[in-house]
């Protein structure tokens, strides 16, 4: 079975090393990540890498629908766990949209 790996971000120093720990004890052999380049096999993971500028418009266009749907919605199905992915995918299609995170995977 392959070694799970989780990139962990937090706000603070403190609160990674928690994190990890926490992690470390529940999840033996588990490789707990603070920086996606931190990754042994970052190399090979696709989901680390930028994506080509098709690809990324494609994204952009399909998480653009999903908001869309979503905010549609939001009448008919009063869901807090439908508005809060909304609002998870529309800060998603954000950050792509930025000129900074431009290309990159935000996962």
């Known amino acids: 079975m392959p070694k799970p790996r989780l990139l962990v971000t937090l706000p603070d120093a403190q609160s990674t090393c928690r994190a990890r ?12 990540l603070e920086e996606p380049r931190d990754c042994s096999q970052a190399a090979l ?3 680390l890498q930028e994506l080509p500028p098709q690809q ?20 008919a199905f009063k869901s807090a ?3 809060a992915l909304r609002k998870t995918l529309a800060k998603a299609l954000e ?13």
């Open 45 to 47: 993971c696709r989901w």
């Open 95 to 107: 950050g792509l949209s930025e000129p900074s995170q431009s290309g990159k995977n935000l996962l």
């Open 21 to 32: 720990r926490l992690l470390e004890s529940q999840v033996p052999g588990c490789e707990v």
């Open 81 to 83: 766990q439908l508005a």
């Open 56 to 75: 990324l418009g494609e994204v952009q266009a399909l998480l653009s629908e999903a908001v869309q749907v979503l905010e549609h919605s939001r009448q």
